[in-house]
Nanobody
Framework: QVQLAESGGGLVQAGGSLRLSCAAA????????MGWFRQAPGKQRDWVTT??????TSYADSVKARFSIPRDSKNTVYLQMNTLKPEDTAVYYC?????????WGQGTQVTVST
């Protein structure tokens, strides 16, 4: 099993920055990819970004050049969000893909005001 703990959500003005954290515990040796999804009210959960064990990153077009996914260890990744827009408002979910399953964090709310 893998457990994911997120933190760092909150309220920020448009144009501001916010950093989310995701710490994995348990069978972290089984994880191959970590990343983030987000879900706005009334919408489906959308992919935001991923990072592989080898450090390869990918980003959705809507966040490219504004968001990044730094990692300081195999079990902790961040979502650095810059130049935030009101349309970035959503619940952000960390996920980890491993050879024993896909795991999700509990979600953290990010609200961007105009």
């Amino acid at each position: 099993q893998v457990q994911l703990a997120e933190s760092g959500g909150g309220l920020v003005q448009a144009g501001g920055s916010l950093r989310l954290s995701c710490a994995a515990a348990g069978r972290i040796d089984s994880i191959s990819i970590m990343g983030w999804f987000r879900q706005a009210p009334g919408k489906q959960r959308d992919w935001v970004t991923t990072i592989t064990n080898g450090g390869t990153t990918s980003y959705a077009d809507s966040v490219k050049a504004r968001f990044s996914i730094p990692r300081d260890s195999k079990n902790t990744v961040y979502l650095q969000m810059n130049t935030l827009k009101p349309e970035d408002t959503a619940v952000y979910y960390c996920f980890a893909q491993s050879n024993i399953g896909t795991y999700w964090g509990q979600g953290t709310q990010v609200t961007v005001s105009t």
